[in-house]
């Protein structure tokens, strides 16, 4: 995992979990107690409403009381009860005033043994043997829900029982109010619904799942809609809705992922930006470190920075002066050892070519002694061979008198020396930029020009014998001032539109003898370099396949601030 991933996920550790840890606290501290305050108003109300049960059912036995006390005073029912005829009219109709007048939904009047006397729904009812309403109220001993029928269908009642006496003889009267309009008058919130239910349905949908159900009562129940009465028992229940209380929970929740993402999103940015300026430097630093090897120890480290990075910056910058040094002494061993072994192959190519010679002197002298007269003829015939032996001789000497030339530093214009080597060149233009006010180099003139021939030559070489020639072939040189470790440096580049080099050939492109060019010793780079390392400068050589290649020479100045 790269270091940015790692900051990265690291923030997002840091202050999102912490975040949510703290959400989620929140949610479940507000659900508890917002959960018991709701619960509490709930059981509040659901008192209420059986509060309100007692006294509806207190209200229908005062009414019933009353309608009892005022039938036991009354002589028309009396006379109804004792058979006159001319009364029972009467007798037919009184339940259904009474049922008006003293606002309950449901009244019926009987005798002991169950017998109806009057009816508030039906006159024809009269001395039908109904005793399961009045034998159940009387079990029950309170209000009891009486399911009964009425002329327009079905009606649920809160019912009670009441009883009187005329002329000897026990009356009961049965009646109450209509339950769903019972359930109708209680006062509506949105959190709470009240229902009869039986008890093997379930609780009302009141749009949400529910949180609290609480059974009001639990009251008898009497069927008497179908051919037999039916006993049974219904529940008065209160369902409460959480719908405010979800709609809480949902907006707390929505808010804390809201918050989640949008701290989750700043960390990311800000551990984003705090990687890009730690990795930036850091990437800076890697791509210098990964450009050194001991041909190229010219990066420059210097930094202005006071933290670790500049720290370590400053580290490299020691580090790569240190290689530059232990290079320079490798190299000069290895010239030494290079210098042993050109020796060997001077001595080596000056016996070769001395071995036909001293021939030559061995049959002339043999000639001599043995065949004076034919000598001249001898010698014209065996002038060719020597001649030939002193010309290889001749280019060997030319050859290795290149190798080492003696050497003076002064103040150096290296505008006129890169002037004079582009204006020698037959087969290709050279252009030329050179930078005005240039400060003067601390090199031998004589040193230069040869480095300058050599790398201009191969970059001529490169674009004209076929290799990157064409109308676009160019070759170019450069000079201006660079800096570096904070001292001064001139800077000559030469770049040409050749194939440029493989990573394989760069890599011996400065070993002795090695060479891409049919007819090339592979002495020309390996000379370039010893002879600017003997100037204290330092040469690197960028190329790529078919790209070109830029060879940069640094020089150091000639003093401070000489031009």
Not at 297 to 319: H, K, N, P, T, Y
Not at 402 to 418: F, H, K
Not at 513 to 526: D, E, M, P, R, V
């Amino acid at each position: 995992m790269s270091f940015r991933a790692r900051l990265l996920v690291a923030f997002g550790v840091a202050v999102v979990v912490p975040l949510l840890m703290f959400a989620a606290g929140v949610r479940r501290e507000m659900d508890r107690r917002l959960t018991a305050e709701y619960r509490a108003r709930v059981d509040a109300a659901v008192e209420g409403v059986r509060a309100q049960l007692g006294r509806e059912s207190g209200d229908i036995a005062g009414r019933l009381s009353a309608l009892s006390a005022a039938l036991s005073h009354d002589n028309r029912f009396r006379l109804a009860v004792q058979g006159d005829a001319a009364a029972r009219r009467y007798l037919l109709d009184l339940a259904g005033d009474a049922m008006r007048l003293s606002g309950l939904s449901l009244l019926e009047i009987q005798d002991s043994a169950g017998r109806v006397l009057s009816s508030g729904h039906f006159r024809n009812a009269f001395d039908r043997m109904e005793p399961a309403l009045p034998e159940g109220l009387e079990r029950a001993g309170g209000p009891v829900l009486v399911r009964a029928r009425t002329p327009s269908g079905s009606l649920t009642a809160i019912a009670r029982l009441d009883s009187f006496r005329v002329a000897g003889r026990r009356f009961t009267i049965a009646g109450g109010t209509s339950a769903d309009a019972f359930v109708a008058r209680l006062p509506r919130t949105a959190d709470l619904a009240v229902a009869l239910v039986q008890p093997a349905q379930a609780a009302p949908d009141s749009g949400s799942p529910p949180t609290a159900l609480s059974v009001i009562s639990v009251l008898p129940a009497l069927d008497l809609t179908g051919g037999t009465a039916r006993l049974d028992t219904l529940r008065l229940v209160a369902t409460g809705s959480p719908a405010t209380l979800e709609s809480l929970r949902r907006s707390v929740t929505t808010w804390s992922i809201l918050a989640a993402a949008a701290t989750a999103a700043i960390a990311l940015l800000l551990a984003a930006w705090l990687a890009a300026r730690v990795n930036r430097p850091l990437a800076e630093l890697a791509e210098k470190t990964a450009a050194i090897d001991l041909d190229r120890l010219d990066q420059d480290f210097a930094s202005e920075r006071r933290d670790e990075i500049g720290a370590l910056s400053r580290l490299l910058g020691a580090m790569t002066e240190r290689l530059r040094l232990g290079a320079a002494r490798l190299r000069e061993a290895e010239r030494r050892v290079a210098m042993g072994d050109l020796a060997r192959q001077v001595n080596h190519d000056i016996k070769n070519g001395l071995v036909p010679i001293r021939h030559v002197l061995r049959h002339l002298d043999q000639v001599a002694r043995d065949d004076p007269a034919s000598l001249a003829a001898v010698l014209a015939e065996r002038k060719g061979t020597l001649d030939s032996s002193l010309a290889y001789l001749d280019t060997l000497a030319r050859n290795y008198a290149g190798l080492s030339p003696a050497m003076q530093r002064e103040p150096c214009d290296v505008n006129a020396v890169v002037a004079d080597v582009a204006g020698g060149s037959r087969h290709v233009q050279v252009k030329t930029a050179l930078a005005s006010g240039l400060p003067a180099a601390a090199a031998d003139r004589l040193v230069l020009r040869r480095i300058l021939e050599n790398l201009v030559g191969n970059a001529v070489d490169s674009v004209a014998d076929g290799r990157g020639g064409g109308d676009d072939a160019t070759v170019s040189v450069t000079t201006e001032e660079a800096a570096r470790d904070g001292g001064r440096l001139v800077r000559v580049t030469v770049a040409d539109s050749g194939p440029g080099m493989s990573r394989e050939q760069l890599d011996r492109a400065f070993d002795d003898f090695f060479t891409t060019k049919a007819g090339g010793t592979g002495l020309g780079l390996s000379i370039v370099r010893r002879l600017v390392l003997d100037l204290g400068g330092s040469l690197r050589v960028e190329t790529e396949p078919g790209a070109g290649t830029r060879a940069v020479v640094d020089l150091p100045v000639m003093g401070d601030g000489a031009r």
